[in-house]
């Protein structure tokens, strides 16, 4: 395959490399996540951190805040062939950036309260979005019997 490459290259009509850089919101301290402690009030935690990236109630009545940061840089090579020339081009491009976000999820009680606090990568503390309940505006029409 390697003694091949070199024909392959001969193929392509385009071959470009770049270099990526990927910054997204300041990341929070983690060391003053860790030093939150089981109680502290939900002001001193927003004066500590500052304002969150997301905020959701849980099903228990409690609430929790989330923020998240990317880091993130490197290389990357694509190549591109069209087998007609004058064929238009087309090309795609996925990223998966979000799911590398870095985070801090804190968690409170229904008096405003820290209850947990944890540090890592959002998609693996943050649950899944629930799409809501459908209603059947249809079915319980005011007037009706």
Do not use: H
């Amino acid at each position: 395959m390697i003694r091949m490459f070199p024909f392959l290259l001969l193929m392509v009509g385009c071959v470009s490399g770049d270099y990526t850089r990927v910054i997204v919101n300041e990341p929070v301290d983690t060391q003053a996540v860790a030093d939150l402690e089981r109680g502290t009030d939900l002001q001193v935690c927003l004066d500590r951190l500052g304002a969150p990236l997301r905020i959701w109630e849980s099903e228990a009545g409690q609430f929790a805040m989330a923020y998240g940061w990317i880091r993130d840089r490197g290389w990357g090579v694509s190549a591109r062939y069209s087998f007609v020339s004058y064929a238009p081009g087309a090309s795609f491009t996925y990223d998966d950036q979000l799911k590398k976000m870095q985070g801090a999820v804190l968690w409170f009680d229904d008096r405003m309260s820290l209850i947990d606090a944890k540090v890592g990568l959002l998609s693996d503390l943050i649950p899944p979005r629930r799409r809501p309940v459908d209603v059947d505006l249809l079915d319980d029409q005011p007037g009706e019997s």
